[in-house]
């Protein structure tokens, strides 16, 4: 009773504190579990609606979701269980039907924490029908801050944000290389980047918020962004993409013959201006590799398609084959990459009949915050030992050469033999500064809400103090003196502040906010 | 068994002549069940895979699946039972838990034959990636047949398709205005006119499969098809759309005073060209009559959110009314249209959170099969009476002033006591005919399949002559007579041929396809 009498407490404390200044009362973020708030003049009440849970504030559960919320385990002890009890995990892993039925769990788990159909849109704070109908924009988990709160951030924090110049200069530049714990190689680094690009597509020219993606994995890094690019990078025989051979290996074409848009400066070669998917793949070789491999695997597949079907042309073959790459991609995504990033004991599966008959939505948009908080440069190295050759960043930046010189077989021992960076503080290197800095300026522009409130949204508990976040005193001293409340954090700079969990590659937030926005993404696929 | 014996030979037969020709061996659709035919050389498999179905042509159920299929009651047993036994429906519509029940499982039972995610363009007979990301074309719910088939329509039929301007002629041309059995009105029918163009917006200029829509009930009937438009027809006073008063009547404005899109012939003097949400709807004044009654209602709307939320601006309030007049038009199309479509005794809801919780997916694609089959103009008569006043169609046809001079309440009133046409046979009016000789051409150029094939897609027994299709001899000698074989009929031509249901204004084809498309369509919505 005492807990909720000061529950009660502190709500009316808030609402007065709402009257007090007379403005939005929404912008203290009252409700509670989903609730939505609304302004009824100068108060506000709670809309319940749909929610297990009914109250002023929808603070209150339903007897059998009281008892539902009573057994579900937090999602650190959950996490402990999937990083820790090897010997279990053994037999789960080795039990078909266990196996399968621990998948779908993560699957259907995860997957119901996104809104779909979509909420919020970038424009307004509360439901309009642009977020259904407008793909144009990334959609919104939390609608944006309403412009008329007391503060940026609602009611929290200063009346102007901290300068984002200090904040970068204070807790994101790179003093020496902070290498990743669990040894994450730069392999992995550069398969995040290459294939990430293939969603987050960011309409810059328009704003921050804008995106000419297809709100899904459409595997437009290798095939290029529409039928024309498509067309341009395909041979037309036996379904095949374009190669040239160069040191006797397969790479990709030259721009000059297959003049698909890519981005290049005006000072490289033409014989280093290699045409792929995506136009950012000549930025690095670490994608030049991963450009060349996707392209090698789908000419190999080709052959092995028109084996097993003469009768097929060119067209049928280049189709099918396509769809084969995209369920690739999703294959090593899942039982590779995100295996290695979640540090289960249990072995993930891609097997998309686990869904069928289930409570799932294979429609997809890409969310704002999912793009923020997939910036994960800190993992790049400041400089790369390829085979015993040196090369810093900016020998690395438009020298997708580099490969070729070396080989691919070289070039992908060697990023498999170095250690990625940490995702964290004091770890962004200087070519990745302009990003940090733009990204949160961005977050502010669309009125990004607090960190705490993401982690409310996903099911989390907000964190009460600075230390609680960051786990030590020197970043909370300087996040204190930045924020002043720590309900007034952004979003990416808790992401980053937070704490690793245990045998973890990031914080609790970042994974508990990213998984469900993974899993929504990377099942959104045609039937196969 | 004597009937398996049968079915196997039959089999063996379809195969002999596939052999026989040498040619692509599914254009027999030999698979059955959902199976996916796939050429082996000059033979063929089918995939089974992911149904409750095996052997050589998908043909064996199951143990489970055969005793649901016995349990199963028919599609014309199920619609029976609906239309008539007032006094059980009487029962269920007057007990809310049962309601309930049974609009959940009409909802989805139907949605389930809709395969989503998307599978089939317009341009492959095969699966492919732009199926589910390439959101220019109309999906397909069935692929072409494919174009080394021996005829038109798979391996039925003639070498050459029957000439599309003799069957219009035979069977498609009104001699004489047949009226709905039913008892349907012409407002009904420009209800159907006026919010399915919402979401049919083909793109004719670059083909009969290209549309420019939101694939779904987006209100830009009411709204605009872009922000810009919307911007032209919005006040940005208290959220309310612009309006025009003529006789004392609130009407929409003129379009050189608001110039968004709108399609009207030079001769149309400017005071009767109105701007509204769709291009189209200056074309007949029943849909000038719609278009006005929902800028009055959102108008109407505006001024009860003003009551309610004094609090919030212009932006807000046309942003949520949008919403409303949204949940309005489903809730009138469910309850009111659908409702006297389908002649059920039980009374259907629009009550959204009855599908929370459901296997239901809420991404739509339009299918082009939808689009055709919505092709309802024998509802259309050949003449109006206004309140007395006799209007031939072309006195009608891009004249919208005809409603604002007999005022809203006159014009409504004797639309309402006028009868529409029956869908059927010989119901054509002249204006309509271009329309009809164009759908069986794009129907052609885009290969559907046959009109059988459909109804084994959607759960019904082929039709096995042309007595029970259309019910009677006549008609049966002319379409003998034009395709020769009963699984040669195409799509369009089937379901005006085929006999009315007991008590319906339809074919049982036409409802057992449009009901599900219609029911992912709907419902494929923001939360509210």
């Known amino acids: 009773m005492r807990v ?40 506000y009440y ?28 937090a999602p650190s002890t959950l996490h402990s269980l999937m990083v820790n009890n090897k010997w279990l995990w053994n037999i789960v892993n080795n039990i078909g039907f266990l196996r399968e039925y621990v998948m779908k769990k993560v699957l259907t788990m995860r997957a119901d924490l996104i ?12 439901i309009t029908m642009d977020s259904q109908f ?25 009346k102007e944000m901290p300068d984002v110049g200090e904040i970068v200069n204070a807790m994101f ?82 721009v000059d013959k297959v003049p698909v848009d890519m981005t290049y400066p005006g000072n490289v070669p033409k014989e280093n201006r290699f045409a792929m998917g995506h136009e950012f793949y000549g930025l690095l070789p670490g994608l030049l590799m991963y450009g060349t491999i996707w392209v090698r695997e789908h000419n190999r597949v080709c052959d092995i398609m028109k084996k097993e079907h003469p009768e097929w042309d060119d067209e049928r073959l280049f189709q099918t084959v396509k769809l084969i790459i995209l369920g690739e991609t999703i294959k090593v995504v899942i039982e590779d990459y995100v295996q290695h990033l979640s540090n289960y004991n249990y072995k993930l599966m891609f097997k998309p009949d686990l869904l069928f008959g289930e409570l799932f939505q294979y429609q997809n948009r890409i969310a704002l915050e999912f793009n923020h908080l997939y910036h994960w440069h800190p993992l790049m190295p400041d400089e790369f030992n390829i085979n015993g050759t040196k090369y810093n960043l900016k020998e690395f930046l438009f020298h997708p050469e580099v490969v070729v010189k070396h080989g691919m077989r070289e ?40 960190f705490n409130n993401y982690r409310k949204k996903f099911n989390m508990k907000p964190v009460k103090t600075f230390e609680e976040l960051t786990g030590e005193k020197k970043l909370s001293k300087i996040l204190q003196n930045f924020y002043g409340d720590i309900n007034a954090v952004e979003f990416y700079v808790g992401l980053i502040a937070q704490k690793r969990r245990e045998k973890a590659m990031f914080g609790e937030t970042l994974v508990e906010i990213g998984a469900p926005y993974f899993t929504e993404g990377a099942d959104d696929q045609p039937h196969m």
């Open 411 to 450: 070039f992908v021992d060697s990023l498999s033999k170095q250690r990625a960076g940490a995702f964290g503080p004091y770890n962004h290197g200087p070519f990745t500064i302009p990003v940090v800095r733009d990204l949160i300026s961005h977050g502010r522009k669309l009125r990004l809400q607090p």
């Open 134 to 158: 407008n793909y144009s924009q990334y959609t919104r988990t939390l609608p944006p801050v309403p412009s008329d709160c007391p503060t940026p951030m609602g009611i929290w924090g200063k």
């Open 4 to 43: 909720k009498d000061l529950a009660l407490l502190s709500i009316t404390l808030i609402v007065s504190i709402t009257v007090a200044w007379g403005g939005n009362p929404c912008c203290s973020y009252p409700c509670e579990n989903g609730g939505v708030c609304m302004t009824k003049g100068d108060n």
């Open 46 to 73: 709670c809309d319940c609606t749909g929610l297990d849970f009914s109250g002023k504030n929808c603070e209150t559960p339903t007897f059998m979701k009281r008892i539902k919320l009573w057994l579900k385990p």
């Open 173 to 254: 530049v790179r003093k020496e290389f902070l290498p990743d714990p669990r040894g994450s190689s730069t392999l992995f680094s550069f398969f995040a980047q290459h294939f990430t690009h293939c969603f987050f597509k960011t309409d810059i020219k328009k704003g921050p918020e804008f995106q000419w993606g297809g709100h899904g994995l459409d595997v437009t890094h290798v095939y290029g962004k529409n039928k024309h690019s498509e067309n341009l990078l395909r041979s037309f025989k036996d379904g095949k993409m374009k190669t040239q051979v160069i040191n006797g290996e397969e790479w990709p074409p030259n």
């Open 115 to 126: 809104d779909s159909p979509p909420t919020y849109e970038n424009h307004h704070d509360y």
